[in-house]
T-cell receptor, first 111, second 113 residues
């Protein structure tokens, strides 16, 4: 089993739709969590951190469920520009510098 | 301010040659990370530095790979005797503190012929 798993998709949604991605992790000692987006042939860019209490940034909401060991990303009112691959990242507590990326979930927002 | 920079942006080399990839992190960032991404694949963690120290080298694919960081700033990733399977984009990232938000450079696209 991979340390971090994501549904690869693709998710194809119309503009204005709400879409949610999940990411599960296997190490219960994991301590920090992030969502990144990666456009085709570009480097990953930080989207948002994920905090235990959940956090929101505009149309984006991230949540952490430690009991079930998953994080989620909710995108409301999808825009064409949201089309990208979304990567979750987990840092293990015992080896904090070792970041494990999920393989990504591909989102395509269509007119 | 300036972001993470990497050089060269593209490198084409022949099998068996050595290559050196460079990463300049954001000024003041104590942690630095190297990843590899093959075409259509996810990011593969290689190594991280806290200051000049690399506590965990287990992510390096083979003993042909080595990395160093000097002065708590610039890092170089060296691949000796390159093989075709080393072809990938090598990404560097830095963060203010270990396990914090990482900011990526544009990557070095390595092609081994």
């Amino acid at each position: 089993r991979k340390e971090v798993e994501q549904d690869p998709g693709p998710f194809n949604v119309p503009e204005g739709a709400t879409v949610a991605f999940n990411c599960t992790y296997s190490n219960s000692a994991s301590q920090s969590f992030f969502w990144y987006r990666q456009d085709c042939r570009k480097e990953p860019k930080l989207l948002m951190s994920v905090y235990s209490s959940g956090n929101e940034d505009g149309r984006f909401t991230a949540q952490l469920n430690r009991a079930s060991q998953y994080i989620s990303l909710l995108i409301r009112d999808s825009k064409l520009s949201d089309s990208a691959t979304y990567l979750c990242v987990v840092n293990m507590g015992t080896n904090a510098g070792k970041s494990t990326f999920g393989d990504g979930t591909t989102l395509t927002v269509k007119p | 301010g300036a972001g993470v920079s990497q050089s060269p942006s593209n490198k084409v080399t022949e099998k068996g040659k050595d290559v050196e990839l460079r990463c300049d992190p954001i000024s003041g960032h104590t942690a630095l990370y190297w990843y590899r991404q093959s075409l259509g694949q996810g990011l593969e963690f290689l190594i991280y530095f806290q200051g000049n120290s690399a506590p965990d080298k287990s992510g390096l694919p083979s003993d042909r790979f080595s990395a160093e960081r000097t002065g708590g700033s610039v890092s170089t990733l060296t691949i000796q005797r390159t093989q075709q399977e080393d072809s990938a984009v090598y990404l560097c990232a830095s963060s203010l503190e270990l396990a914090g938000k990482q900011y990526f450079g544009p990557g070095t696209r390595l092609t081994v012929l």
